[in-house]
């Protein structure tokens, strides 16, 4: 009888180390983009008298210049992939799947180089567009922010004619945010991220806003975003390397990961904190 409890001790032993040798992991959909599309330079006017596109086409063309539809609609030349079908994903640079990201909830990059933004969700892209960022004289800062607050329209503190629709503050002494503005098709603003309007509209209900402790403290900060990158202002346009390359302005998962592990311990522990006082209210 003895022997028999020794054996079971032994086995129960043994399977409770394996257990904790062996921690479970996150499985995560890895997500790939279709084969590389290749992009040409075409006259605006001649390529739509030539061409019938679709709004779903034609977002994907002004995505593509960087642009919005109004300033598309004013360009001579635009560079046209040889699909116009794909998911707007498709076009831009982010990678569709991080595994990196897996356990942070809600993430933005935004990608000064490229003119591009991406959110994430636990590792997974779930929404991407174009964006105009700040010009040369007034560049947007980078590095690690959080969505602070929001307001569906502001008057910009640089000229209190400028109206701002679904403004999120990521930067709250120097008033910079990203909200719905023209895009020129080039970095424009006054230190903000410019947007679509639907794209201002996505993040501003996407993402969370800080929770004040007080006037001059904040208890629970928002979403994190990460701006990162350089643009060459007095270069050509980063985009116009598509027609040699299709992958020149690529975004790698080891990119991504390179920009967040120095934030990544802040990260966390303010999604922690963000978790107690949801769990606590």
């Not at 909830?105 to 892209?125: C, H, N, R, V």
């Amino acid at each position: 009888m003895k022997k028999i409890l020794l054996i079971l001790t032994i086995a129960i032993l043994s399977f409770s180390c394996k257990k904790k040798e062996s921690p479970e992991i996150k499985e995560i959909e890895i997500r790939k983009k279709p084969t590389a599309i290749s992009y040409h330079i075409e006259n605006r006017k001649d390529w739509l008298k030539a061409n019938t596109a679709s709004d779903a086409q034609l977002g994907n063309l002004a995505a593509i210049n960087r642009t919005d539809k109004a300033n598309f609609a004013k360009m001579d030349s635009i560079i046209v992939p040889s699909d116009l079908n794909e998911k707007i994903e498709n076009y831009l640079p982010f990678p569709l799947t991080v595994p990196y990201l897996r356990d942070i909830d809600k993430i933005i990059f935004f990608s000064y180089p490229s003119q591009t933004f991406a959110a994430y969700e636990k590792g997974q892209l779930v929404y991407t567009g174009q964006t105009n960022m700040g010009r040369k004289k007034d560049p947007t800062p980078t590095g690690l922010f959080y969505t602070n607050w929001k307001a569906e329209k502001t008057t910009s503190t640089f000229n209190d004619e400028w109206e701002l629709r679904w403004n999120f503050n990521i930067e709250n002494k120097k008033g910079v945010g990203f909200h719905q503005y023209a895009l020129p098709g080039y970095p424009a603003s006054h230190s903000c991220l410019r947007l679509q309007e639907k794209d201002a509209r996505y993040l501003y209900d996407w993402a969370d806003q800080w929770v004040l402790a007080d006037e001059e403290n904040v208890k629970v900060k928002g979403t994190p975003v990460i701006v990162f990158g350089s643009y060459d202002f007095d270069g050509k346009k980063p985009w116009l390397q598509l027609v040699k390359d299709p992958l020149a302005l690529e975004i790698s998962k080891e990119e991504i990961e390179k920009q967040t592990t120095p934030f990544l311990e802040k990260i966390l522990t303010e999604q922690k904190n963000r978790e107690g006082y949801q769990n606590n209210k």
